[in-house]
């Protein structure tokens, strides 16, 4: 079959959608249009509000309907059930002049019901297929409950550990991100690779990824939620855009506009971004939208003097979608009339958003995604259980293992499980989880109890607060710690301290804990820490020196089976960090793709006039891409397949990867390159690929990559792409720290 044939179909089909827009719009009150674009929070009958609300009055339901019946909401996030969403959509459908559909959004950022490790966790893995799976889980069953559009995936970097949103991201390094972006909006909606990235999205399962924040936003100040970005256009290009770019190559026809600025431009007044790099350098032709009332605070930014203007500068830079403020509903219609806000703008806006509604299918099947069996059924089913304890089994990143104290033998040991975390519900899920149960979660005490059997030695002691010293709680803990063989030390974050708006000066464990871990240390007794976190945490003192470490993030609904598959060894450690740990607090943000400076620290002890601490090295303790297996992986020197790389040509770089331990392992193989001579500097290290290699004991494998002339391009000195002849420096090893190099040369003339 002719090309031409196989295209012919996806032009009909854009054909007939772009008719039926533009009669729509054609028919549309300015008011309609409006309402399109306005994005507001759901109510239900239920709601608290009510209770003041006077005989006769309409409840905040009602007032809802009556709403989009009129016309003025055209999408409404943050509200589930299958029957709330008919009510929804039939006023929109069947009750509506026009008869357009409701989009109806939500946050499920890390799970809908069934909560999954948090993002940041998953990216431990190393493994975007795992991270597509977990998002295809969600988007079924999140759709099942009348949801078309998810406000996910963060694709923010994140290098500075104490900003708290990095728990929502893939971490510091932009190859991971870009692959996590991607990987998690083929699985929002259920793109095969194959096809067009949209083919599937009307399906009933399949929903609207939406990655956010655009851009920059990881970059605060301070690690200061909200805060500036002051961020150079090249670091913006080379370090925050590349995970949206990938996003958007995958699929994604939403973004989400940040509530920060750079350069004294508030994102959602920053038209050069919105319009002009989105619109006209990328050709992005789906939906911005604002971020929780981000047109409003435009006023308290400084850059507008009122609600009026503020809708005027964000509409005209670029923001198409107004969530929750309703000042688009407001204002947008009068602004039109007086000649300051184009006709032409708004339909260009209101054409954005009824294609993605068309594209959703939400005009030929509006209530495909609305079907109350479905949603019994697919909630919480056997297999997304089973998907949650493999995702949060290969996000535990194993720090230390001082005399293979792991992993720890069943009904052989008395365990002391010592700590604020050792039981109970809380703190299991971590933040942004709208719609969990989290009595459904499986603490740390009920996954051991239940990987040991009835005849469990195993005494639980909480010892502290997460915050606040318990009365008579160490002496418990240390009498505790005392009768047993073994301490398993349940220690970190609380929910509370990680997310939005929970930025953290001291990234260490809180000093309640501290203490009782020191005070562990004195009894003697071999102390795994199991480290719950949101974020890269400063080891120190006891926690630090334990004798084995696991990184447990926040691991959500099979959080106590997980860990205890890995302590007692049915699951091998195969996590790997997507952030550097630091020494100190002082040390962020830390990031292993720094640059060089003319004064670079010199290995040994301290030295003046040098990019070098006083009282520490600048290293981190745990270098990004770390982790420890129950098996040891002996790395060969890197060969390749030639000592130089034309302009056409390709480079195989591979080594052989040997287990030399007695127990299998999943090891993470990273290629990294460094440019020794650029026209701009250039970091010390890049990640390039990496590969998940499977090695019974004794095994042992090759693994090769591919380079070609576009893995080593940068931006030069006029931020145009280029890629210069010159000597690269090339590492194959198990983490961005160490490793044996290799190197060749780039032939050609710079483009």
């Known amino acids: 079959m002719p090309p031409a044939a196989l295209a012919a179909p996806a032009a009909d089909d854009e054909a007939r959608i772009a008719s039926r827009i533009e009669s729509l719009i054609a028919r549309m009150t300015l008011e309609e249009k409006a309402g399109q674009l306005t994005l507001v929070a759901a109510v239900r009958e239920d709601e608290e509000s009510d209770r003041d609300r006077k005989p006769g009055e309409p409840t905040a339901m009602q007032r809802q309907l009556a709403e989009i019946r009129e016309g003025r909401i055209g999408a409404v ?156 256009e090249r670091t913006l290009r080379e370090v925050y855009l590349p995970p949206f770019k990938a996003a958007f190559d995958a699929g994604a026809l939403a973004v989400m506009a940040g509530f920060h600025e750079i350069g004294g431009v508030p994102m959602m007044a ?160 971590g933040p942004w989880t709208v719609f969990d149960d989290r009595r459904d979660a499986v603490s740390v005490e009920a996954g051991l109890r239940a990987a040991l059997g009835r005849d469990a030695q195993l005494s639980v002691t909480q010892g502290s607060g997460i915050d606040s010293v318990l009365p008579g709680g160490i002496e418990a803990a240390v009498s505790a710690a005392q009768n047993a063989d073994v301490v398993i030390l349940a220690i970190g974050e609380s929910e509370a301290m990680t997310g939005e708006a929970q930025s953290r000066t001291e990234v260490v464990v809180p000093p309640a804990q501290q203490a009782l871990a020191e005070a562990i240390k004195v009894t003697g007794r071999p102390t795994v820490v199991l480290l719950r976190t949101g974020r890269a945490l400063a080891l120190e003192g006891a926690v630090r020196d334990a004798d084995a470490i696991l990184v447990t993030w926040f691991l959500a609904a099979e959080t106590g089976n997980a860990i205890a598959d890995v302590l007692f060894g049915d699951v091998s450690p195969s996590g790997r960090l997507p952030v550097s740990f630091p020494q100190r607090p002082g040390q962020v943000p830390i990031y292993y793709a720094r640059k060089n400076t003319g004064r670079p620290p010199p290995p040994g002890p301290f030295q003046e006039y040098t990019a070098r601490y006083r009282d520490i090295s600048v290293d981190p303790l745990y270098a990004f891409g770390f982790g420890l297996s129950y098996s040891t992986v002996e790395y060969g020197k890197p060969e390749l397949s030639t000592a130089t790389l034309g302009p056409n040509g390709t480079l195989t770089a591979s080594v052989m990867l040997r287990n030399i331990g007695k127990r299998a392992v999943d090891e993470v193989a990273q290629l990294y390159l460094r440019d020794r001579v650029g026209s701009v500097t250039r970091p010390l290290r890049e990640l390039k690929n990496f590969e998940r290699v499977k090695l019974a004991p004794g095994e042992s494998k090759r693994v090769s990559f591919t380079l070609r002339r576009e893995d080593l391009v940068f931006l030069g000195p006029d931020l145009k792409p280029v890629s210069e002849p010159g000597d690269y420096d090339l590492w194959i090893a198990p983490s961005s720290s160490g490793g044996i190099a290799a190197s060749f040369e780039l032939l050609g003339s710079a483009e």
């Open 270 to 429: 920053n038209r050069q971004l919105l319009t002009h790099l989105l619109r006209d350098e990328w050709k992005f032709d789906g939906i911005v939208v604002s971020d929780y009332a981000a047109d409003h605070e435009l006023v308290v930014h400084g850059v507008a003097k009122n609600d009026r203007e503020a809708v005027k500068i964000a509409f005209m830079a670029g923001v198409d979608v107004s969530m929750t403020s309703r000042l688009y509903q407001q204002y947008l219609p009068d602004l039109v009339r007086a000649g300051e806000v184009p006709m032409a703008r708004v339909d260009e806006a209101v054409r954005r958003m009824l294609r993605v509604k068309m594209k959703l299918g939400l005009f030929d099947k509006p209530y495909e995604r609305m079907d109350a069996r479905r949603e019994r059924t697919l909630n919480h089913t056997r297999q997304t259980r089973a998907l949650a304890r493999e995702a949060a089994q290969r996000s535990i990143v194993m720090l230390r293992n001082d005399r293979s104290l792991l992993p720890l033998g069943k009904g052989k040991q008395r365990i002391a499980l010592i700590g604020p975390f050792a039981s109970g519900p809380d703190h299991l899920n």
């Open 77 to 232: 996030f943050n509200g589930i059930g299958a029957d709330w969403a008919r009510k929804l959509q039939r006023a929109a459908v069947e009750e509506s002049r026009l008869g357009i559909p409701v989009l109806i959004s939500v946050d499920a950022i890390h799970g809908f019901h069934t909560i999954f490790p948090v993002p940041l966790a998953e990216a431990a893995s190393w493994d975007p297929n795992l991270a597509e799976r977990v998002a295809r889980a969600v988007a079924i069953e999140a759709s099942a409950a009348g949801v078309a559009w998810n406000l996910a995936p963060n694709v923010d970097i994140a290098r500075d550990a104490r900003w708290g949103r990095g728990v929502e991201g893939a971490g510091e390094d932009v190859l991971l991100g870009q692959r996590f972006a991607a990987a998690r909006v083929r699985g929002y909606q259920k793109s095969d690779g194959k096809s067009a990235a949209d083919a599937h999205l009307s399906d009933r399962d399949a929903m609207l990824a939406t990655p956010k924040h655009f851009a920059g936003y990881g970059a605060a100040e301070g690690g200061l939620d909200y805060n500036v970005a002051e961020l150079s």
